[in-house]
């Protein structure tokens, strides 16, 4: 019903209202792209890590100097963590889960190069390895302790008899197929699948083949030793600091080079995902911001020259209500111009993004979102204004400038 | 004239506090992000080795697979490192005119008994002498090695600035002796601060990690049969027993970087790797298209990937940002220029020419620009903070040097102006007359 004064009141100050739905759709597009990407770095971060990430340690120590053994520092190693109250389990490790460093092998159900192509973290650990990881084992066996191989030159390639691959390892070599029981090749060796164990994540957290994991019953040469400590339930940081002092002068021929939790490794390893939403976090804040403090300033303005109109619709006997509801509707007709602009502009710029930065698909979903937010703050930002405009009383009509 | 403009652009923006704080603000947190992340993005898409960009150049060899490229998302780049074997064939050339192979190795430090340090584990580098000078690596104490030193016969360190504060409390060690793994070394030189950015002679475990605590001759690796502490990656199916065999085998792990003066060179150079590789075809190795690359220190990087596609990303979000927020200048400056339509069309009718008009605004307007740019610096530095805060041990990338300052002030001042321009132009169009009849 009253469109049309509001249009023609609009056309005759085209500028102002295209600048505002510019800035309207401008925010729009960055700020339902930025949400796009924010969620899948949050997804990332938070994917399961399938292992008790919580209660676990990592300790690294190194070994040096010609009096150093490995395998009795191993030894020595493992029966003090073992016996310290708190520990639930503790095996030696030859690579950190969501670290940034590991192995990766190529495995297949066929010794064959053609075959021999899915690319599998790999995690040496003993018999304990299961249950210090906090692993489920869904089918087939653990490893036993005669099982545990222990080949002392480090640049030896030799392989075990014996594997425990995760659901996906397995699904991605043997598909459908039941794989306990069958053999794993590499290009020179072969392994026979012992154990099936839930989901656990790799190494590398930007890697797509993250999910497949196979571990073997091996310890591995020196000088490295690493080892995986599980902690009772809100044992973590005491034992943190009691595995440190209790490890520092056990042996004068290595160094402990670290004893980190799990939440510490996996933060550091995630921190690239981690600054991108903090950034895209701040960025969303300050554009919503300057774009409804640009409304409200627009709005404030538009009334102040206003005045003398309003007082005048007033003294004819418009209501309060009628005042306002004129800015609001002026202001809602504002923002949907420009979030019809931005819902096409959001989507050139995810397509943009998605094909050269190889960034998912823009959901229509964020921008559907993002057109209601834009709608609510639009109306919470004129309507300060709009108070304002109904407060002009009637009489200023009488008065000249 | 320019002290008066001044005076009325100042009494102009007190007139309406809260409007010229919003376009100020405006601008200063538009031009903040946008510095932030120009900031991050200049220092991770740098050169570190700008200035010796001509004639340094890495070398890579495609050994790899015949049935698959070493990077599935990349089948056209060979592997970034070459085998122990062709590097030391490579590095038997007299063509470059430096020359360097190396690899990344770790060392337990014992610092001297009376310092009281315990031992710690550090990255090592073994490497050929050449790395310090072509590199241009500056020293604090001493020197580097000689020839005679690469093949290991001399148990020599170089220690990095950080090792040295740690071990020798920062004190001049050239001439003490460090033990490493077990081991004796004579310190013959200190490292000055040194931290290139990427790491561009090592991009394979971090292109932002810092530079390695020591280093140590190229031959120290085989002397006491180190592992490599860098990437290795392996592809053929060959037993390994020992070190022997891994320094035999296919597997990549040695970097390698040649200095090559003047475009003849670098072409026999290329041609010297080619009839290398053609050799070695012959005899059943490198089974796949003659790949063989010399790369210039700034396409390294490039082909690399060393800047993430995330911080352009950044950039380009940050630029839509301060588009927004001088659209939302513009509205305003329009909004209260037009405004004061009735003292502009007083002054125009007392005489004063349209290019004054134009030139008070204009000063208004650059007020506000100079002021953002202030403001939005203060909150680079902000910014920054908080980047450093979310990425440990970078405190290096992130600093604002003077470049960044004029380019903040550049922004500011040059966004303000372009968004004053549309706002002061039409306020110049101001009929007078209109505006001299009461309403």
């Known amino acids: ?401 | 004239m320019f002290a008066y403009y001044f005076r009325l652009a100042l009494k102009s923006l007190r007139r309406n506090p809260m409007l010229s704080g919003l376009m100020i603000g405006a601008i200063a947190v538009g031009v903040g992000v946008c510095i932030t992340t120009l900031t991050v993005y200049r220092l991770m898409s740098g050169n570190p080795m700008a200035a010796r960009n001509d004639v340094l150049y890495s070398v890579t060899l495609d050994s790899w697979d015949s049935n698959k490229p070493f990077a599935d998302d990349h089948p056209e780049l060979p592997p970034p490192e070459l085998t122990y074997r062709d590097a030391q064939a490579l590095y038997a050339s007299d063509i470059p005119d430096r020359k360097v192979m190396m690899r990344k190795a770790a060392f337990v430090v014992e610092a001297p008994p009376k310092s009281g340090v315990a031992p710690f584990l550090v990255t090592g580098r073994t490497t050929t002498k050449d790395f310090f000078g072509m590199f241009d690596v500056p020293f604090k104490y001493g020197g580097g090695w000689d020839q005679a030193a690469d093949n290991g016969s001399q148990t020599v360190v170089v220690l990095s600035k950080k090792t040295n504060d740690k071990a020798f409390g920062g004190a001049d060690s050239v001439g003490q002796t460090v033990r490493l793994d077990g081991h004796d070394f004579k310190v013959i030189g200190v490292l000055d601060d040194w931290a290139p950015t990427p790491k561009f002679y090592d991009l394979n475990n971090g292109n932002f990690d810092e530079i390695e605590e020591l280093f140590v001759p190229y031959g120290i690796g085989e002397q006491y049969e180190m592992q490599s502490a860098g990437n290795t990656n392996c592809w053929r199916d060959q037993q390994i027993d020992n070190f022997q065999d891994f320094l035999n085998s296919d597997c990549v792990w040695i970097q390698f970087w040649v200095e090559l003066r003047g475009s003849e060179k670098a072409a026999a150079f290329q041609q010297f790797i080619d009839n290398y590789v053609r050799e070695q075809k012959a005899l059943g190795r490198f089974e796949r298209p003659l790949n063989n690359h010399l790369r210039h220190p700034d396409e390294w990087l490039r082909v690399n990937e060393a800047v993430q596609d995330d911080n352009r990303v950044l950039v380009g979000l940050s630029f839509m940002f301060l588009a927004v927020c001088l659209l939302n200048m513009i509205g305003l400056l329009l909004a209260k220029f037009l405004g004061a339509a009735p003292l502009v069309g007083l002054r125009r009718a007392l005489g004063a020419s349209k290019a004054a008009i134009f030139r008070q605004h204009l000063m208004e307007v650059g007020v506000i620009g100079f002021a953002g740019g202030l403001l939005g610096i203060a909150l680079a530095a902000l910014g920054l903070w908080g980047v450093r805060n979310l990425y440990q041990n970078y405190d290096e990338l992130t600093r604002l040097d003077f470049t960044m300052l004029l380019t903040a002030i550049g922004i500011a001042v040059l966004s303000g102006l372009l968004a004053g321009f549309y706002p002061t132009w039409r306020v110049c169009r101001v009929q007078p007359a209109a505006y001299l009849k009461t309403q």
């Not at chain 1, 990430?53 to 190693?77: A, C, E, H, K, M």
């Not at chain 1, 403090?293 to 009628?322: E, W």
């Not at chain 1, 004129?326 to 710029?349: P, R």
């Not at chain 1, 703050?377 to 108070?387: E, K, S, T, V, Y």
């Open chain 1, 1 to 401: 019903m009253e469109l049309r004064p509001i249009l023609s009141a609009m056309l005759r100050n085209k500028t102002g209202a295209i600048l505002v739905g510019l800035q309207i759709a401008l925010t729009l597009a960055v700020v339902a792209n930025s949400v796009a990407i924010i969620t899948t770095r949050v997804e990332k971060i938070g994917r399961p890590p399938g292992i008790d990430s919580d209660n676990l340690i990592f300790v690294q120590s190194y070994g040096f100097g010609p009096n150093y053994v490995q395998r009795s520092t191993i030894d020595d190693d493992l029966r003090l963590l073992r016996s310290l109250p708190g520990v639930i389990s503790a095996a030696p490790i030859s690579q950190i889960p969501l670290s940034q460093g590991g192995s990766a092998t190529n495995l297949g159900p066929e010794q064959t190069r053609e075959k021999v192509t899915i690319n599998t973290n790999h995690f040496s650990v003993d018999e304990h390895g299961v249950e210090a990881l906090g692993v489920k084992l869904v089918e087939g066996r653990n490893f036993t302790q005669s099982e545990i191989q222990y080949t002392p030159d480090p640049n030896s390639s030799d392989f075990v008899p014996f594997v425990i691959l995760n659901r996906d390892a397995a699904k991605a070599i043997f598909g459908t197929e039941h794989a306990v029981g069958k053999t794993v090749y590499d290009l020179s060796h072969s392994a026979v699948v012992i154990g099936i164990m839930e989901n656990m994540l790799g190494s590398w957290v930007g890697w797509d083949k993250l999910t497949q994991v196979m571990l073997t019953p091996r310890i591995e040469a020196g000088p490295l030793a690493r080892y995986v400590v599980r902690a009772e339930p809100g044992q973590r940081d005491a034992l943190i600091a009691e595995i440190e002092q209790k490890l520092a002068n056990s042996n004068p021929n290595r160094a402990i080079t670290y004893v980190k939790s799990h939440t510490e490794i996996k933060k550091r390893s995630y921190r690239a995902d981690s600054r991108m939403v903090a950034f895209l976090s701040v960025l969303i804040v300050l554009m919503v911001s300057v774009t409804a403090l640009g409304i409200v300033g627009l709005a404030s303005f538009h009334v102040n020259v206003r005045r003398k109109q309003i007082g005048t619709r007033r003294a004819v006997g418009a209501r309060r209500i009628d005042i306002i509801r004129y800015f609001m509707l002026e202001n809602w007709l504002l923002t949907t111009g420009g979030v019809v602009a931005g819902s096409i502009l959001a989507f050139a710029f995810g397509q943009w993004l998605s094909s050269a930065y190889s960034l998912p698909r823009l959901p229509p979903l964020y921008v559907g979102g993002g057109v209601l937010v834009l709608w609510v703050l639009g109306q919470l930002a004129a309507f300060l204004p709009a108070r304002r405009a109904a407060a002009i009383p009637p009489a200023i009509a009488t008065r000249t400038v």
